[in-house]
């Protein structure tokens, strides 16, 4: 199954996923789920892996070898390693091609009836997909809550205030994504249930009785299945409440924790948990060592997502009144307002992530990317980085905090780039790499990359590991220098035990970074040009050629030049795992225009008025608004029942 997979094997067959076009923006989190059903098949050459007309059992993916599709006896194409088939027939129920192994394969099949449980069991798995398969036969055995994923939330820090959260993160997601939500809670032994109550929020309520006081209230699932058949709903939040027959009914846990432990383990007989680390502004985790997760090594798995932060003042929230009011009357803060809608983005599965290369000013394009997403209010839950674009993240997620939207870190980073001392700092580093830390501690504070609300991942390369580490603890400034730490130009960071330079040398654009983390919508960014070498005059004499090849000033910049191009497309190979992906051109003397910081407004000019920049931008909004809104092709809301 993927989540027993080494890393680099799961992100292939992820991205072979996405090139169905029905699942080309299905998140990642649904797609991983989608590769923890299939199983691993193989085919000797010549075996007829379905036929023409003959009933859909599921699809398949190739990874191996080659596959002929042919209809009516004559072959249409050859499929090579990496290509599904068969998706598009689960809709008519019947394959409309017969495929054969040219080869001997291998590759993974999926099984209809495990596809349709995941369509339907989860509201955020993309809408084109479920009408894609709303003509489809339906499964022999259907999910017991078709269309609903249930919730259930526990808590482990002292003094949170649970059900005040859970009734403002419905009202939230009620608000900004307009899916269905029904909160049921606990009510007095013996009571009658009441009908549910549809709020001024949208929010729908019932309590249900408890078996005795004190005790849980118990939510019988023929109710549950009758409440959500009723309501339509994409959610339901059981807030201390159990539902009664077999196992526990549950699609996901959310458990409210003091601090995320990377090597916990939490077990639940189904579902998924969400860890929500919950941060007090005024007294937030700081780690004196800078720690990190070698990039190429799985996380917990599936089963446990990567964290949400809640960034939150629960003395602030006790005194709050909540009721069923709608959101606006609650005159939330923009801190709170903020942290809430990151949580919700995160239990939705509708976070967003950026993955920033280096290439020193240049790196002045990811400051207009975030100034863009800003201004057309596109949300930042991830930024991963390497080198300069780990600058740029710095000063954006820094100064991003309690509702402030890191433009001013973005403004501050701009005046020190004119300023020159960006250029002093960079001309330091070629004796020790402080002088890049000093700098950033200066303008961020003593801040730490686990109290940053959007999830700051920048990447450096150990060298006594041979490793690409993504960083999650530690000061952002030391973070930053490690990151940036070019070999051989400027010193190295040196955190006993380990070695670090620049993050680019082993993952220029860290698109793999935010899938690990969690992000459902990728963007990427490789914004470092690849140099081209002119044609140079050559004698025409044999002697003459000779001795002009020995010119070590030609050979070094012959070497400058393919540096330059191995760092640009391995950037372009690992930006493959991105949504949507940004690659800027050649340019002339790219290395050199890096380092001249005092050409940042240029290059902030020249991002604006790039053509292929915007219409990736636009794109990008685009997907984003599909993941949010869910709307169907007459552009109203579906979802539940309705949808598929």
Known sequence: MARSMPLDVQRRRLYALKRAPALRHTSNTV??????????????????????????????????GELEAHRDGELLLTLGPGTPLGFEALMGGHYSVTAR????????????????????????????LKRLLAHAEPPRQPDPLPHVEVVTFSNEVTGAPLSRLIELVAKVITHDFKDRVLLVRTGEPGACEPAPVKGADGVLRVTVPAPQRGAPGRLGLERLRELSREGDLHYVFLDGCQVTEGAPLVDKHVALVPRHEPTREFRLAKGRVLPTVLIDPLRPPRSHALEGRPQDRPGAGTHVLQPCRLRLDVRRLEVLEVDDRPLADLRLGCAERDALSRWARAITHR?????????????????????????????????????????????????????????????????????????????AAVITTYSLEHLVAHDLGDVGLEELPIHFLPVATDLTRGECMALERG????????????????????????????????????????????????????????????????????????????????????LVASGVLLLHRSGDAESLMADVSYDIQSADTPLRTAMEFTKARDILERAATDEALAERLTELKAHWEEMRAHCGPNGRHRGGQQAA
């Open 101 to 128: 192994a040219a080869t001997a394969c291998k590759g993974l099949f999926f099984p209809r009836d495990a596809v349709w449980a995941l369509v339907h069991a989860r509201a955020g798995l993309r809408q084109d």
């Open 31 to 64: 797609l991983l789920q989608l590769l923890d059903l299939a199983w691993d098949v193989a085919w000797a050459q010549d075996t007829v892996l379905c036929e023409e007309g003959q009933e859909a059992h599921g699809f398949f993916l190739l990874l191996e």
């Open 351 to 427: 976070r967003v992530g950026l993955a920033l290369s280096g290439g020193g000013v240049w790196g002045f394009y990811h400051v207009h990317i975030l100034r863009w997403l800003v201004e057309h209010r596109v949300p930042v839950d991830f930024v991963s980085s390497s080198s300069m674009g780990s600058l740029v993240g710095a000063y954006f997620c820094g100064t991003a905090l309690d509702g402030h939207s890191g433009l001013s870190g973005l403004r501050r980073l701009e005046e020190q780039a004119m300023s020159r001392r960006l250029s002093l700092a960079a001309m």
């Open 475 to 558: 000061h952002v400034a030391q973070a930053v220098r490690a990151s940036g730490s070019a070999p051989g130009m400027w010193a190295p960071t040196v955190v006993p035990p380990a070695r670090y330079v620049d993050g680019a040398f082993t993952s220029m654009v860290p698109a793999n970074v935010l899938v690990s983390a969690g992000a459902d919508l990728v963007f990427s960014s490789n914004i470092f040009p690849f140099g081209v070498r002119e044609p140079a005059w050559m004698p025409q004499s044999r002697a003459g050629r000779f001795l002009a090849n020995l010119n070590p000033v030609s050979r070094a910049l012959d």
